[in-house]
């Protein structure tokens, strides 16, 4: 190894950090990359011999740190959990002051939270930043949300402004046409830095829960026109095609159309054909769930998104009942095929605004509970590129809160109010329509159903605090008194109840 300093350090050579290694050396900074097996470090380094930046390999951990100039700025690349905890233990004896640990791993909120506050006592800066879009993202441009020490992001910054996916200024779509050593040039990067402490791992886990409603949602509408209009799968991947040059334009769709149109390259039938029906799960979307769920937030779509993989994964208990319980008889619809295919697509955006809208919401209330500042207009931009998100539709989001920053609810956008008005008759017929079919779309009806709710200004609660009242005697609010004034009925006299101030 040369005697010259690398810009920044990588420590895990799995796709993930390989590809983000090659991209950070494509922008012109010199990296130093470790791994625990030396053999798959010194291989690396062999196959990429002409980096604008450069490659140094080092073979220990002790040489890589010191690879590495002041203050050094380290990127972790290791399975979330215990393992990012060991590898950064085994760094600190070999830090000095004011260096910067940078977690890049789909890390637990909370966790960064706990390191950021522990590396802090020993004179050290930790960023934790989500990144996004899988190997592709990491190797040509992703997404990057990081959270931790203002100061140190100000160091790392020139190094993520610079890898990040770019998107174009004027109609945010992303910019194309990176390769290795020829990055994209020019464009918004789609990085920002997010908040303190555990800010930036969390907003990439609501990007996650989001991600699991979006991916449910096109399930959902593959399943309707496959099973109320009989439609093949690539007859659907060129409806959805064509879905993908309009309002429904994003990433997901994309490819959703080129695999819907895939042959099996075995037996020649349709691929989605020849994949099992049980979906897996790495445990962001439950984490987005539980959250939501703690601080008392409605993201019934996001967690209904998570509920079907759970039930995708009983295989053989669904195989039995299938045997066992028995649905309605499919019938003809007895509609315009055209007209359904614009109802599910109708349907399908609908949701996702309320899926979005839900993830939004969650993220306004963690800010008030962990004493963060977001910047959702910001959030927004940076999923416009990279991600797996990403979509056109971000940008109407980024003009959402652009002309008010304090929304509420992006419901109450003037967009997205006047774009669910104009769908959501057609959204009503599909969800009816696979009710009477005996399909399952957890996410069109919850998302339907948080609509109603929130649009609501009574609700049947009143009947659920009366009912806690009578067996519990939690009390309950009146209608003609001020809020925060709670009121008992004497239950046990239930011919003559009095009223207890």
């Known amino acids: 190894m040369t005697e010259e300093l690398s810009e920044i350090g990588l420590i895990g050579l799995a796709v993930m950090g390989q590809n983000l290694a090659l991209n950070i050396a494509d922008h012109g900074f010199r990296i130093s990359v470790y791994n625990r097996t030396a053999e798959k470090t010194e291989r690396f380094v062999k196959e990429h011999p002409e980096t604008p930046g450069g490659l140094a390999g080092c073979a220990t951990l002790e040489e890589f740190v010191q690879s590495l100039r002041r203050p050094r700025k380290i990127i972790i690349l290791v399975q979330a959990g215990g393992p990012t905890d060991a590898v950064i233990e085994s760094l600190v004896p070999l830090l000095e002051a004011g260096d910067i640990i940078i977690d890049g791993g789909n890390s637990k909120w909370t966790d960064t939270i706990r390191r950021e506050a522990e590396l802090r006592e020993q004179n050290l800066r930790f960023i934790g930043s989500g990144v996004s879009g899988g190997e592709e993202g990491a190797r040509f441009g992703p997404s990057l949300m990081p959270g931790g020490d203002k100061e140190a992001w100000n160091e790392l910054e020139p190094v993520w402004i610079a890898i990040a996916a770019k998107v174009d200024p004027e109609t945010g779509r992303p910019l194309q046409g990176a390769a290795p050593g020829k990055p994209v040039e020019g464009g918004v990067p789609c990085a920002a830095y997010i908040g303190p402490n555990g800010a930036g791992h969390y907003v990439k886990m609501v990007h996650n829960g989001i991600e699991y409603g979006d991916m449910q949602m096109i399930c959902e509408a593959y399943d309707l026109l496959r099973g109320v209009l009989d439609m093949s799968p690539r007859e659907i991947g060129e409806v959805f095609a064509r879905w993908n040059d309009g309002v429904l334009d994003s990433f997901l769709i994309e490819i959703t159309a080129d695999i819907l149109q895939q042959d099996d390259p075995v037996t020649g039938k349709p691929f989605v054909d020849v994949v099992l029906d049980t979906a897996g799960q790495k445990g962001t979307g439950k984490w987005t769930s539980v959250n939501a769920l703690d601080l008392g937030v409605p993201a019934p779509t996001i967690a209904e998104a998570v509920f079907a993989r759970c039930l995708s994964a009983v295989k053989d208990e669904r195989t039995a009942?299938?045997?066992?319980?028995?649905?309605?008889?499919?019938?003809?619809?007895?509609?315009?095929?055209?007209?359904?295919?614009?109802?599910?697509?109708?349907?399908?955006?609908?949701?996702?605004?309320?899926?979005?809208?839900?993830?939004?919401?969650?993220?306004?209330?963690?800010?008030?509970?962990?004493?963060?500042?977001?910047?959702?207009?910001?959030?927004?931009?940076?999923?416009?590129?990279?991600?797996?998100?990403?979509?056109?539709?971000?940008?109407?989001?980024?003009?959402?809160?652009?002309?008010?920053?304090?929304?509420?609810?992006?419901?109450?956008?003037?967009?997205?109010?006047?774009?669910?008005?104009?769908?959501?008759q057609n959204w009503r017929t599909v969800v009816s329509e696979a009710a009477l079919q005996g399909l399952s779309v957890p996410t069109f009806a919850s998302a339907l159903s948080y609509f109603d709710g929130y649009r609501s200004e009574r609700l049947p609660q009143n009947l659920l605090q009366a009912q806690r009242d009578y067996f519990g005697a939690h009390t309950y609010e009146r209608v003609d008194q001020s809020r925060g004034n709670f009121f008992h009925i004497d239950w046990p006299k239930p011919n003559r109840p009095q009223l207890e101030m």
């Open 321 to 424: 009942a299938s045997r066992i319980l028995k649905g309605p008889a499919r019938a003809p619809y007895a509609g315009g095929r055209d007209t359904f295919i614009q109802a599910v697509h109708d349907a399908l955006y609908c949701s996702k605004i309320c899926s979005y809208a839900q993830g939004f919401q969650l993220m306004r209330e963690a800010q008030r509970e962990y004493d963060w500042d977001l910047n959702f207009g910001e959030i927004a931009q940076i999923w416009r590129g990279g991600c797996i998100i990403r979509a056109a539709f971000l940008q109407k989001i980024t003009e959402a809160y652009a002309r008010e920053p304090d929304l509420a609810n992006l419901l109450l956008d003037p967009y997205f109010r006047e774009a669910v008005a104009s769908a959501q």
